[in-house]
């Protein structure tokens, strides 16, 4: 506890300029140890606090991604092995504290604000409400991770002026947190639409604003897709029925308010290498041990559809005369191995396009998600042309995202077995092919796997915690696991379990949660 909810780690960065880490450290010490301070400032601090999550890391894919959720979602193949479907503590202890060193950030933000006189808290609103849509993407995750989480009273040691005794954090409910990051974004999208800034301020903001360079409308596109995604996730909780609905219907009457295409993707972009902000860790943390290996379930269904992204996310094997082959999960360790340490037979990811690429933008959210989400919800409308239009689109947006993040690499590694980029022909080729097909779905349950599916591949290693919520609450595209007989966690969990430094420093607060801390307990939205 005391390295989680209570801590404060370094403020980070202005801008995404030609800089060193050391020019960030210098230039933006830890908050808790400096007299003064600025709402722009801390506000660049806190985007940055949380970059390892955001853009590709060693940490993230390593530590954290290769035993859990990557294998969970099928996105890679791995070799099975005892207890695999515990989430280790390294990871999920690792992504916990991150999160709250994150919030605390976020906690000194509103402070410094807090200190401001009226007249420049609201020159300076625009900091907040940016600063508020971010935490509650990062926070989404965190509670469709773990379920109630300490929130409202957490990160508050700078603020409680150092005083732990008085920041042990209560746990929040997961649908009130969600309630609250709901009602909050549909505010900020209605502020959104009217704020201005006075030129001085916009200059700043640009200069502060790692995501959209200080573009108003770009926050607004991503608050309101931000509002979507949530607001599908609870859409068939009882008590969010109402709600979702209507607010959707709002949303999808007014597309030009969302991310509808690439150029509006919410995403944190590499510009300099050694600025800090670059993906030189992916590489390493995706390819170590062998995490970048293809899974069965996901090559089968590219190979069978002749799916134009596959040869710009995956690399055959050197044996495999240029066949893409993934590993089955359901074979034996021994076999799995074996393949896995004497053959060269098993695909992999494009090392070009992904692990290697040192410009691999922190992706948040893109335009394909959004498609698919509005696809889903025409489709529960009973608009199925709309539907197919929004499922296609998202399609469309997929490919030339895949292509266009390859063309930011600098790398050569891996070529692509074809065609540099697909052509209208095998675009419209793939839409007509069986397992894509909107036509071919007969029924409005299959339309729904139609999807999951293209949502699955879409995110695959590179938006997994949304794979993961979203395979979860849909039950599909559907997996099929070995069984890990020898373990009390046979198949994959619906939750992680909270850090033990929760049951050792802030014991009454986590008992109050105790009897839901199982792998087996579903997330409220969970209901299949």
């Not at 070799?79 to 000194?108: K, M």
């Not at 859409?235 to 009457?253: H, L, M, P, T």
């Not at 993961?468 to 099929?480: K, Q």
Request: glycine share 6%; aromatic share 12%.
């Amino acid at each position: 506890m005391k390295k989680t909810i209570f801590a404060m780690s370094a403020a980070a960065v202005l801008s995404i300029t030609a800089c060193t880490k050391t020019d960030f450290k210098n230039a933006y010490p830890d908050p808790s140890k400096v007299n003064s301070t600025t709402v722009a400032k801390q506000f660049s601090g806190f985007l940055y606090s949380n970059i390892g999550y955001i853009v590709p890391s060693y940490t993230e894919y390593f530590v954290v991604l290769r035993i859990t959720l990557d294998p969970y979602t099928q996105a890679t193949g791995f070799a099975n092995a005892a207890n695999q479907y515990i989430p280790g503590a390294s990871a999920t202890s690792g992504y916990w504290d991150s999160y709250y060193n994150f919030l605390a950030q976020y906690r000194e933000l509103q402070k410094v604000y807090a200190q401001l006189s009226t007249a420049d808290q609201a020159a300076s609103r625009i900091y907040m409400v940016a600063a508020t849509i971010f935490l509650y993407d990062e926070t989404q995750k965190m509670v469709d991770l773990y379920g109630d989480i300490p929130f409202t009273e957490a990160g508050m040691l700078s603020t409680d002026g150092g005083n732990y005794s008085a920041t042990y954090a209560k746990y929040d409910k997961a649908e009130d947190i969600y309630t609250k990051m709901l009602d909050d974004l549909k505010g900020f999208s209605s502020e959104l639409s009217s704020i201005s800034l006075s030129a001085g301020t916009q200059a700043t903001f640009k200069n502060q604003d790692l995501i959209y360079k200080g573009s108003i409308t770009g926050w607004a596109k991503y608050c309101n897709s931000l509002r979507l995604r949530l607001l599908t996730r609870v859409s068939g909780v009882a008590s969010f029925q109402s709600r979702a609905k209507s607010e959707i219907a709002d949303i999808a009457a007014n597309t030009n308010t969302l991310i509808a295409s690439n150029s509006d993707n919410a995403q944190i972009n590499v510009y300099t290498l050694g600025s800090g902000i670059d993906a030189s860790g992916f590489r390493s943390g995706l390819e170590d041990w062998n995490g970048n290996l293809a899974g069965k379930a996901m090559i089968d269904h590219m190979n069978t559809n002749a799916d134009p992204r596959l040869r710009v996310l995956f690399r055959a094997g050197d044996s495999a005369k240029g066949k893409y082959i993934g590993l089955d999960p359901t074979l034996d360790a021994s076999t799995q191995n074996n393949l896995i340490a004497n053959t060269s037979t098993l695909a992999i990811y494009n090392r070009t396009t992904t692990s290697r690429n040192k410009y691999f933008p922190g992706v948040l959210m893109n335009a394909a998600e959004v498609s698919y989400l509005l696809a889903e919800y025409n489709l529960g409308a009973g608009n199925d042309a709309a539907a197919k239009t929004a499922y296609e689109t998202g399609i469309q947006q997929s490919i030339a995202y895949y292509y266009a993040i390859r063309a930011l690499s600098a790398d050569n590694t891996d070529s692509i077995a074809g065609a540099a980029t697909p052509s209208a022909a095998e675009i419209t080729a793939y839409l007509a092919s069986p397992g894509v097909s909107w036509s071919s779905a007969t029924t409005a349950a299959a339309k729904l796997n139609l999807i999951a599916t293209q949502k699955w591949l879409h995110f695959n290693v590179i938006q997994p915690f949304e794979s993961w919520s979203e395979t979860r609450r849909l039950d599909a595209p559907a997996f099929t696991f070995w069984t890990d007989n020898s373990s009390i966690q046979k198949t994959p969990p619906h939750r992680w379990l909270y850090p033990t430094s929760e049951n050792t420093y802030n014991t009454k607060n986590y008992q109050a949660v105790q009897a839901n801390d199982k792998l087996d307990t579903k997330i409220f939205w969970d209901l299949q």
